[in-house]
């Protein structure tokens, strides 16, 4: 059902659904039937990721988070500190370090200025490293947020934070809670999605998509890049799609009369569960076969056929959101660039050449296509890195947690501007400019999606939790 | 009365309480008077006394008490008694009025809900009556009134009419509230659900069908009361109720966080196992838990049981501080302990006083002072039984050898081939010690007092390197004090087995309640509370209280057996109801909180797996030992920060195990286990959720496991009948899969798919990567094979075969 209007989405999935497929053949038409008739008077199902009403009208309807894994390096990409590449080299001024911690750094590490040349793009004169031409083409749509700052500098609580709120392991993801407040207008795909890529999974692992205290619908489901996309996706041997759906149809005539028996709904709601997973086997396959884009398309992204990456990623991600999925989470690795074998020379150019031209290609397809006004983009990682250098054998930079840069664009986003400014060093926010947490990052984009991060609440363990815990202001220039 | 509700122009609300009141839906007390005391100041307490309580009286209310309540406070008084559409009180919680905004805030809380804002009504349309003696709380002595914070009682069963029904005293609990409602109770559930629901409550196993025959073939009058003993002496029972604890003790084989490095602590696993099964009493057990190495003259089993908080998880990733993770392990010890053992919500309190119980931040940190001075060793746990054990023998051996040898270097002579001898003999004595040494030990995780406790101060905002004032440790005020023992260590007034002594006291008010409802919840699929980890203002209020009360002191009359508890509870007429449907009841008892029938459950991740490898006639009955690894899909363990992990599929016997055996890496759990709700082990678990989605159908059709399950049960069924006609064949997988007989409409649903598949196999190459040719009985063709398999697969999918009903 590529990018059906919103009215007939949920016609969809109402109780009328087994009508629908019924008399259009979509799929288990004669195996609805079939249940349909041994249940007779039993109530029809109801799918608990439907969609809901947002608390207010939304702007954006799906979002795409763009998770750079590792914590990028703002200083060579996005935020220009000639004052750094005058003291290169030179001990950090001491003012700048009282009551500071760090993860690897030797208090004897000094000023790094960067090789990187910077220039302006765009109407909004958006200053970009050469290491991102293809970005510097959406400068115009795009949001950069200068002064970003989190609560903790190792990877595994940062990465939490980052899309829970929480630095401790048991909190609903972003995607989650947006599903628990949302719901999702795909009927057959997970409403969840999370795609990875790069050398190694992320540092967090499955907790970066997990439903945490809220039901386990909720939970993201993990596409896999290459293979099934989902577990146990494909019939086992033997059995083609013909016996699977006997298979299906006999279950459901099954349980039906046992539902008529015991009068229990939860056996309507297991097979309804088993529809859409059959649905999902046909679906989730053709959503992952991209024989149907352009050759332009795929060299815009810069896609391989059959060869997956990031760039092949993304282009799920637009796909995915084109059938109604309502938030896309893409990880990609590594972006933990020390010194040593991940660094600041050659391996960001890499990282740089796998992500630049594909994350540009999504917001230029998703605005042609007419779909960047409701999808909301989110490019950051969990923290940045400090300006000084790490004494290590190839140039790198530690973690920083006080100021670094993210960047959003469509989905009600005011792009074309950049946010915020850091001191002459890069290490905090000047005097005088907002600094954004990562609360306020949560709180703009429920804003964006309609969603009230105050209202969006879930009781656990006595208490009633938010994504944004005790904190979070929706970041009013983004938004207006 | 309705019409002129509808003109005064709050008709939502209106109707709603009206509906409430006349239709009593949702609500278990419509049909009794409301009790202030028992209704509404709990209530108030739970949603106002924040603010307008002992501590604070914003806009100069305070609702604390009911004097206080009738003078009010700026805005006039909050209640006028016999008028609940003229009281303040009621259009503050309803938001709807302009005089008065809406109560509590909307940033800091829930509404009220419909119910609760009935039940205010009818309290203040009744009078407003409170007791005479009713005071506001002391200041600081806040809500230490409420229900689960008083002795337990010792209640007597009720009168009931249906005396013929009670079985047990619980049932005449259970029975005098259904009275009141003029409700009857289910009929019981006949044998076959009986036997199957009593096997997988207590084994968590299904029956094979000669017990299912016997049971019900069974005349004498204690024929039940025979079955639960028998179960309750399988050795199986404590693979069932020791993973239930094993969920509370967030067990897991891997360090978590970032890294997450596999661990061996699995001896603790086994302990527990073997804690259930002998029926250790629970506060044994729960000292053994705690403050095992602190017993005077502790043995192996008593410090490999100090494991339990061992499982917080361990951040070993470049660059951390050691300092901050070693906190983190110690809250969630204090967090975990709350939670298990008390229903308290401790870590609420960890950055600043508790917002609803009487837990402050210097409480939590008093608690946090038992935890925070231990050492977090490994320990080599014996296997064997000291006298059984080979290793001294192997020693002795290895002292002659090197004794031997010094003898010989002594002497200078040219004994160099005798030397090279013994030589090669002492280096294969001590391989064959290690040898020994492997066989016989396991290494685990313990704590262990440190000599030099650590101090403790309270942590400003929860940061553990902003240090408030100095605490030691202590227990809150508002339950029992804690009386410390002659084995105090150094400093530290009270030590953790002055704790652990403290939490299983006769008279502490939460834990005897505590475990006893958690122990229902595992029957009836929630508790008398259900909110089973909050006991506090914040939680639910027992449906039940008199019984859990009972329950709590029956538990503590019997010495803490948790075997005896199970058995009085399934005893009980009321366990044994059918748990069928009555839709009659939906709209005044939706939940079945007045316990008028069994419910239908979901089974535990686990058990899913364990029911179809006993239908396939494949599940190992092995038990102990360190964890396996059955077959899961390719490619999960590359999702982990390591990704040249290896996911060594075990062979032979391990294979087939049940579930509670399998290897839990926390980044990368099992999709199985996953799928299916089995707790992430980062937290304490104490109560799973069921959740029904297409991954877990895609998990039971595709699986490898199931598959081959599916496969198997197949090639079984064809075994015993290879001659059998379709309907016999049928009937069998039904009595394997779900313990009884088809009904026509279903024999018959499944001929039409046999049939269906022996047409669709005749064009298709038969295709069993399970089955050989050769396994099969000479009557039967692959083609029919197939057509079983597919059968088979069918009936493993079923709701009923993954549920308890």
């Known amino acids: 059902m590529p990018h059906l209007p919103l009215e007939l989405r949920q016609y969809l999935t109402n109780a009328a659904r087994r009508d629908f497929l019924y008399h259009c053949g979509l ?56 004052k750094l590449q005058a003291l290169h080299g030179k001990p950090v001024p001491q003012s700048y370090l009282e009551g500071k911690r760090f993860a690897f750094l030797k208090p004897n590490a000094t000023l790094l200025g960067t090789k990187r040349k910077f220039a302006q793009h765009g109407a909004s004169g958006a200053e970009l490293s050469e290491l991102l031409p293809h970005t510097a083409k959406i400068a115009d749509d795009i949001a950069i947020v200068r002064t970003m700052h989190t609560d903790n500098f190792n990877h595994g609580p940062a990465k939490l934070i980052a899309q829970t709120g929480f630095q401790n392991f048991g909190a609903p993801t972003f995607g989650s809670w947006l599903l628990y407040g949302l719901g999702s207008e795909s ?294 | 009365m309705l019409i002129a509700r509808l003109f005064r122009g709050s008709l939502r609300p209106a109707l709603v309480a009206l509906m409430l009141v006349f239709f009593a839906a949702g609500s278990l007390r419509a049909a009794e008077p409301v009790d202030y005391a028992r209704d509404i100041k709990p209530l108030l307490a739970a949603n106002c006394f924040q603010c307008h309580g002992p501590d604070k009286q914003e806009s100069d209310l305070r609702l604390d008490a009911g004097r206080s309540i009738l003078a009010g406070g700026n805005s006039g008084p909050a209640v006028v008694p016999s008028h609940s559409d003229e009281s303040l009180l009621i259009q503050a919680v309803e938001g709807e009025a302009d005089v008065v905004s809406r109560m509590p805030p909307e940033d800091e809380a829930e509404p009220l809900a419909a119910e609760q804002i009935a039940l205010l009504r009818r309290w203040i349309d009744a ?142 696993r086994d302990y527990v196992l073997h804690a259930f099964n002998r029926d250790l009493p629970f506060d044994q057990f729960t000292i053994e838990q705690l403050a095992g190495d602190l017993l005077p003259d502790a043995t192996a089993e008593q410090i490999v049981a100090t494991g339990f908080h061992r499982n917080t998880q361990i951040n070993d990733e470049g660059g951390s501080d050691a300092e901050q993770y070693r906190v983190e392990a110690v809250v969630d010890r204090v967090s975990t302990t709350g939670i298990v053992f008390m229903g308290l919500t401790y870590g609420c309190a960890r950055c600043h006083d508790h917002k609803f119980d009487p837990i402050s931040q210097r409480n939590f940190y008093e608690m946090f002072a038992f935890f925070n001075s231990q050492d977090e060793p490994n320990y080599d746990a014996p296997l064997v039984a000291p006298n059984a054990s080979k290793l001294p023998a192997q020693r002795e051996e290895i002292s002659r050898f090197a004794a031997a040898l010094k003898a010989l270097d002594a002497k200078a002579d040219n004994a160099e081939q005798a030397k090279q001898e013994l030589t090669a ?86 834990t005897p309640r505590v ?79 007045l316990l008028a029938r069994q419910n239908r459950l979901r089974l535990d991740a686990e058990l899913i797996r364990d029911a179809a490898l006993t239908a396939a006639g494949l599940l190992s009955t092995k038990m102990h030992g360190a964890s396996v690894f059955p077959p899961q899909p390719a490619g999960v363990m590359q999702r982990t920060r390591n990704p040249g992990r290896k996911w060594n599929t075990s062979t032979g016997e391990d294979r087939y195990r049940r579930g509670l055996y399998t290897f839990f890496w926390r980044s990368t759990p099992h999709p199985f286990l996953k799928s299916f709700d089995a707790p992430d082990s980062n937290t304490a678990c104490t109560r799973r959720e069921r959740s029904n989605t297409p991954i877990q159908a895609l998990t039971l059709l595709n699986d490898e496991a199931f598959v081959e399950a599916s496969q198997m049960l197949a090639l079984r069924l064809l075994r015993a009948l290879p001659e059998g006609d379709d309907p016999a064949r049928i009937d069998q997988l039904f009595r394997w899969c779900l313990c009884r007989e088809p009904g026509s409409a279903e024999r018959a649903a499944v001929e039409e798919l046999v049939q269906a598949e022996r047409q669709a196999s005749q064009a298709s190459k038969p295709e069993l990567t399970f089955i050989t040719a050769q396994q099969l009985p000479e009557s039967v063709t692959a083609q029919e094979a197939v057509v079983w398999a597919t059968v088979a697969r069918a009936m493993l999918n079923l709701d009923e075969f993954m549920t308890r009903e």
């Open chain 2, 425 to 510: 003999r002492l280096d294969a004595a001590k391989k064959q010690e290690a040898a020994i040494r492997a066989r016989e030990f396991a290494s685990t995780m313990v704590l262990r007092e440190r000599s030099q406790p650590r101090e403790t101060y309270v942590h400003i905002r929860g940061e553990f390197l902003r240090k408030g004032k100095p605490v030691t440790t202590a227990t809150p005020e508002f339950l029992p004090p804690l009386k410390p023992s002659d084995n105090s260590a150094g400093s530290v007034p009270t030590s953790r087995l002055d704790l652990a002594r403290w939490l299983v006291a006769d008279e502490h008010p939460l």
């Open chain 2, 127 to 268: 009078g407003a009556k409170f007791p005479e003696d009713d005071a506001p709380l002391a200041a600081k002595q806040r809500n230490v009134d409420h229900w689960s914070f008083q002795p337990i009682a010792r209640p007597a069963p009720p009168p009931v009419t249906n005396r013929a029904w009670v079985a047990s005293p619980i049932d005449a609990f259970v029975l005098a509230k259904l009275e009141a409602a003029q409700i009857q109770p289910s009929p019981a559930a006949d044998r076959v659900t009986l036997i199957r629901r009593l096997s997988l409550d207590l084994i968590g196993l299904l029956p094979t069908p000669e017990e299912v025959q016997a049971f019900v073939a069974d005349e004498r009058p204690d024929a039940y009361e025979r079955l639960v003993d028998r179960l309750l002496a399988s050795p199986r029972y404590g693979e069932r109720w020791g993973r239930l604890w094993l969920d509370q003790a967030r067990y897991a084989d891997s360090h978590g966080y970032t890294n997450d490095g596999p661990r061996s602590i699995w001896p603790y």
């Open chain 1, 187 to 480: 009927e057959n795909l997970p409403g969840y999605v999370v795609l990875l890529s790069g050398p190694r999974g992320p540092r967090g692992g499955a907790y970066l998509w997990s439903n945490g205290f809220l039901p386990s619908h909720l939970q993201g489901t993990p596409l896999r890049s290459s293979g099934e996309p989902i577990l146990n996706l494909a019939n086992p041997a033997g059995v083609d799609a013909a016996r699977q759906e006997r298979t299906v149809q006999t279950i459901a005539r099954l349980n039906a009369l046992r539902h008529a028996v015991t009068g229990d709904d939860e056996i309507a709601a297991r097979t309804a569960s088993y529809e859409l997973a059959f649905r999902m086997q046909t679906s989730a396959p053709e959503l992952v076969d991209i024989s149907d884009e352009t050759q332009e398309t795929l060299d815009l992204y810069g896609v391989k056929p059959g060869e997956s990456s990031f760039a092949h990623n993304v282009l799920l991600a637009r796909r995915l959101i084109e059938r109604g999925v309502r938030c896309v989470t893409l990880f990609h690795t590594d972006w933990d660039h020390h010194g040593g074998g991940e660094n600041l020379e050659g391996y960001l150019d890499k990282l740089c050449r796998e992500t630049d031209q594909p994350c540009s290609a999504l917001v230029q397809d998703l605005k042609r296509r007419g779909m960047l006004d409701d999808t909301l983009v989110v490019w950051g990682g969990e923290f940045g890195r400090t300006p000084m250098g790490e004494v290590r054998a190839t140039v790198g930079r530690d973690h920083h947690i006080d100021a670094y840069t993210i960047w959003l664009a469509g989905g009600g986003v005011r792009g074309g501007q950049t946010l915020g400014a850091t001191d002459e060093l890069g290490f905090y926010s000047e005097d005088g400019s907002d600094r954004h947490h990562v609360h306020d990052l949560h709180a703009t984009t429920l804003h964006l999606m309609g969603l009230d991060h105050e209202r969006l609440t879930f009781k656990h363990q006595g208490r009633n939790f938010k994504i944004t815990d005790v904190a979070g202001e929706v970041i009013q220039p983004l938004v207006g």
């Open chain 2, 515 to 593: 475990i006893a409802n958690r122990q229902w919840q595992a029957f009836f699929g929630q508790g008398l509370v259900r909110t089973d980890n909050d006991f506090g203002l914040q939680g639910e209020n027992p449906s039940h209280p008199e019984l859990l009360d009972w329950l709590a002191r029956s538990l503590l009359d019997h010495d803490w057996s948790l075997k005896a508890l199970h058995r009085e509870i399934v005893l009980s007429a009321t366990y044994q109801q059918a748990s069928t449907a009555r839709p009659e009841l939906e709209p005044i008892d939706t939940n079945n909180r």
């Open chain 1, 27 to 82: 799929g288990l038409g004669s195996l609805a039937l079939g249940a349909m008739q041994a249940q007779a008077a039993a109530p029809a199902t109801s799918n608990p990721t439907a969609p809901r009403p947002p608390h207010f009208p939304a702007k954006a309807k799906g979002v795409i988070q763009l998770f750079m894994a590792g914590g990028p390096s703002q200083l060579e990409l996005f935020d220009y500190k000639p």
